[in-house]
């Protein structure tokens, strides 16, 4: 990969999260600076990335697929920071998965070598934008179909662009009342015996996402989530033999954070009677959370004694600082951090961390009575039950639950060690 060009992009003082009074410098040059956040050297609130969780989830992340005998193609849509991209490649990453022909530009431009674009790609100016960097012999990229418009757009396209090679794509599978992707088995087939009759079109595999059933009930969230699996391994089973014989891998891949050991558990009892390989897409393992996907992961664990046995586990490696600003009434604190600084699509924003400057040694956990109760723009309302000493100034940090929309509210965050001093900075590309 190429990101040099990246830590050489300018911050300043008109950068969110950096100290006033910088005048614009590599961004390279963040992590030579001697900050410290404990220290109130940057201004607050301040997203940070904590890079032993980051590295921790790395490994943990490895170890899984190893165990599994799969890849995987993280979502990067998640973070959208090629620096990240570059930790998952060099963890052995199959590709990095993207959503769109925009993020496709920012992959080139990092040089991701290998991208699955996970979403169904429509639109002249998008179909140009991405099929052409198939002109790149180097360069490899998936695409999603799930209609004879779709697949015939791509097509015409690779014609128009004059490409050398066949644009591989995945037949993509889909449940009632969900989202894209056939929700037959048999128009599966007929998409891909069309798919076999096009000369600029090679058929590579099947595509699924598991994670579209959010009101399934909370008892058993497996259950629909295994019949789309079992969908998705059926119509494998009957695509591939629409196929010639080839040592080239049939690439079945499915990619959510939630399920990813069962798309590995049904995947891996199929025989196609040709090379297969698996290729899950979480895209939250690498920075985690403190809500949503940890309870997603204590589930897997619970699922999965393979799993269990590993070492170590994933921690939350993206937090966001925030400094009481108002105690007006007892029980309450107002933070000043809000819906511009933390994500919340999901859940609240949990406090984890208390620290008071010139008192603490060190962060202490937030007190567990501690709760968020509303985001505004620029403030996060905080019950103290109890009255529990917090002070104005005191600094605050919270966990997130769902990374992607606390990410897109940053352009450059911080990277600390253990003591919160300053290593790096990252850049996001939203």
């Known amino acids: 990969m190429n990101i040099d060009w990246i830590r050489e992009l300018p911050v300043d003082s008109t950068t969110k999260g950096m100290p006033g009074g910088l005048a614009p410098m590599p961004q390279s040059r963040v992590g030579q600076m001697g900050w410290n956040v404990l220290r109130q050297d940057l201004p607050l609130p301040l997203a940070v990335l904590k890079r032993e969780a980051l590295e921790g989830n790395g490994a943990w992340m490895r170890a899984f697929t190893a165990m599994a005998g799969v890849t995987i193609a993280p979502h ?20 990095i998965t993207c959503a769109t022909a925009g993020h496709l530009e920012v992959y080139r431009a990092a040089g991701v070598p290998r991208v699955i674009l996970a979403n169904q790609l429509v639109g002249a100016a998008n179909l140009r934008m991405a099929l052409a960097h198939l002109h790149d012999p180097a360069f490899e990229l998936y695409c999603l179909v799930d209609s004879e418009a779709g ?19 995945l037949i993509e599978i ?21 798919a076999t009759r096009l000369p600029q079109i090679r058929l590579a595999g099947v595509e699924t996402y598991e994670s ?30 629409e196929l010639p014989p080839s040592s080239e891998p049939f690439l079945l891949t499915a990619g959510g954070s939630d399920f990813f050991d069962l798309v590995v558990e049904r995947f891996r009892q199929l025989d ?21 996907y940890a309870d997603c992961i204590e589930r897997l664990i619970a699922r999965s004694p393979q799993a269990a046995a590993l070492p170590g586990k994933l921690q939350p490696a993206l937090e966001v600082w925030g400094a009481v600003q108002s105690r007006p009434e007892a029980c309450r604190a107002y ?34 009575a501690w709760r968020t109760l509303r985001l505004n723009d620029q403030h996060l309302h905080l019950d103290v039950p109890g009255d529990d000493g917090v002070q104005v100034g005191d600094m605050v940090a919270f966990g997130i639950s769902h990374p992607c929309t606390t990410f897109d509210k940053w352009r450059v965050i911080p990277v600390v060690n253990a003591d919160y001093d300053v290593v790096d900075a990252f850049r996001t590309f939203f």
């Open 212 to 241: 579209i059933f959010p009101e399934a009930e909370k008892s058993d969230p497996e259950r629909p989530v295994a019949g789309l699996l079992d969908l998705a391994a059926s119509a494998a089973e009957r695509i591939a033999a």
């Open 151 to 169: 697949l015939l757009a791509l097509a015409s396209t690779a014609g128009e662009l004059g490409l050398e090679r066949r644009v591989p794509v």
């Open 76 to 95: 990067g849509k998640t973070t959208m920071t090629p620096e990240l991209f570059a930790m998952q490649m060099a963890d052995g990453a199959f590709g």
């Open 335 to 368: 933070v000043n951090l809000g819906k511009r600084d933390i994500s919340y699509d999901w859940e609240l924003p949990v406090p984890t961390l208390w620290f008071r400057p010139g008192v603490h040694q060190r962060p202490q956990p937030a007190p567990a």
């Open 272 to 292: 196609l009677a040709r090379p297969v390989e698996i290729v899950i897409r979480s895209g939250c393992y690498i920075t985690h959370d403190s809500l949503h």
């Open 174 to 194: 889909g449940a009632m009342g969900a989202r894209t992707g056939v929700r037959s088995i048999d128009e599966g087939v007929a998409l891909a015996r069309l």
